[in-house]
Each structure stands twice: as C-alpha cells, then as structure tokens.
C-alpha cells in the first residue's frame, strides 16, 4: 500500500446518536481504529469550561489524533433570516464557534454555516432565494472578521436540496464565497451532497478548486466508502488534478434513533443491524479503501 499525504478522519456520530458525546471513549476508539481525525460536533465543548476542553485536545494529541469541528447552526440561529434578531443571534453563534476553534487549536470550522440545518421552512423561499442570500453573505462578512482576526477558516458546505437551499452546488459555493471576498472564506464539499446535485463529480471539485479546503465522504445512500456505486477512482482523481492535499474525513451515518437519526432523516436501519464490532470492521475497511485510492 502506497502512502498519501491526505489525513483521514471519520465522523464521531458515527457511533453515536447523539451530537453530544463522550470524547475521550471516541478519540480513543478512531486512534485504535487508525484513524488520523476525528471529526466532533464542537457545541458541547463550548458548554465546557476552558479546563475540561484542554483536558480533552491534550488527550487526543496523546492519541495522535486531530480534532475537526463540524456544526450546523440552529433556526433561532439562521443567518439568512429576515428576523434581525435571529440573524444578531447566528452572528454571535458564529463568532463564537470561530473563537472555540481557535482556542482549541484548529484553524477551520467546517458545516451549514450561512443558514441553519436541518432547513425545515423551504415554502417560503420558493420564489427567489436571492434575499436569503443576500442577508447570509452580509452576515457572514461579520463572522468572518472574527475568523481572519484568530486565524480560522470558515468552510461552507453545499448541501443537498432536502436538507438546504441556498447553496446546492459547488457553482453556489464558489459565488457565495467571491461575495464574502476574505481568504478565509473556503468550502467543504461532501460526496453525499455532489452525488444529489452535481452533474459531475470532477466537475463539482474542480468547480469549487483551491477553494476546497475540507472534504467529506460517504456513499449514495450515507454507508461507508467503498460499500455503494459512487465512482471513487473518478473522484481522487479530480481531487489530486486540484492538487488536494486536506483532510478526507468518512461521514456515514447509518443508525435510526437520536439526535442524529431525526437530523439526518434515517428511517430504517441503513446499518443493517451492525454491531459495534461490525462497525468498527466497517470503518477498518473504508480507512484502507480511502488509504489506498488517495496513494
């Protein structure tokens, strides 16, 4: 097996329910995994105190594992609202994620980050999303001077139309991000999401370029790499004509129930009744898949 300058991280809910979690039993797991990354939801550390996050970033530098924080904000936390106080609400949420990232040692926050997730209220913008846009980019322009202040880079992820409106494609993302017009503005795009809405896989990634700064994978259906009929071989190669060299980090996300199962919209067992051991035999097998198609 060849090597490859990529990390490769995996998503903690994939264990787990619930966005909040037991980080240590979870950084311990993906570094008996293999795994380079764990990728966490970073609201509960923020409900931290300053002592306990340190507690938790040191062990997971014990571990040698890297810590990626993925959030989407709420609806009283909608960026994009045409409620000002909703908006002051997500403007402070945002700075307040950028800061946390920052204390904890990471220079990116990845997720729905111009909007709020899981989007439930589409009716009202089925006309014309522009003003929607609109108050999202003048939004974001607040957080992001926070960001390029403390070093962070603010990666926005395209989702598919189920889940978000206002940016489906890479196309949207790369014009969401002109109009923001800061260097730390950048996207993550996820394969689950492209598979939705992109024409091309190739095209999708080199649409979206040096912008690209963190990448997400996951099957058609959300199982594990290697397990569904995405075309990986087209995919690292449009990642490596981009010259990628981020994190690749699994999201698959198969297991009913929770905060998780309601969020993700999981309505069957997509596991297949998997144990804990069968997961983890799963996640072993997608890490080599990803190991060896990226060298």
Request: hydrophobic share 40%; aromatic share 8%; with cysteine.
């Amino acid at each position: 097996m060849g090597t490859t300058v990529n990390k490769i991280g995996l998503h903690s809910a994939y264990w787990s329910k619930n966005w909040a979690i037991n980080h240590k039993e979870c950084i311990k797991h993906a570094s008996g995994l293999g795994f380079d990354i764990l990728e966490v939801q970073p609201v509960s550390l923020y409900e931290m105190t300053r002592g306990q996050r340190q507690d938790i970033t040191k062990y997971a530098d014990d571990c040698g594992i890297t810590l990626t924080y993925c959030v989407g904000f709420g609806e009283s936390q909608n960026v994009a609202s045409e409620d000002t106080s909703v908006r002051k609400n997500g403007i402070a949420f945002g700075k307040a994620m950028v800061k946390l990232c920052a204390e904890l040692g990471s220079d990116m926050l990845v997720g729905a980050l111009y909007s709020y997730w899981p989007m439930t209220a589409f009716n009202e913008i089925m006309e014309d999303k522009r003003p929607y846009i609109d108050r999202a980019v003048d939004s974001v322009k607040e957080i992001i001077k926070v960001a390029e202040d403390v070093g962070v880079d603010y990666c926005m992820e395209p989702l598919n139309r189920f889940e978000q409106v206002l940016i489906n494609t890479s196309a949207e993302g790369v014009e969401f991000c002109r109009r923001v017009g800061s260097p730390r503005a950048k996207l993550l795009l996820d394969t689950f999401h492209i598979n939705i809405e992109e024409n091309s896989f190739t095209e999708a990634i080199l649409t979206a370029g040096s912008l690209t700064r963190h990448f997400h994978v996951g099957e058609n259906n959300r199982k594990a790499p290697g397990t569904g009929c995405l075309p990986w071989k087209e995919i690292a190669a449009a990642l490596k004509k981009i010259n990628y060299t981020g994190a690749i980090v699994m999201e698959p996300l198969t297991r009913m129930g929770g905060e998780v199962g309601r969020d993700i919209r999981i309505w069957r067992d997509i596991s297949n009744g998997a144990d804990d051991a069968e997961l983890d035999r799963i996640a072993r097998n997608s890490l080599k898949f990803l190991r060896d198609l990226m060298s």
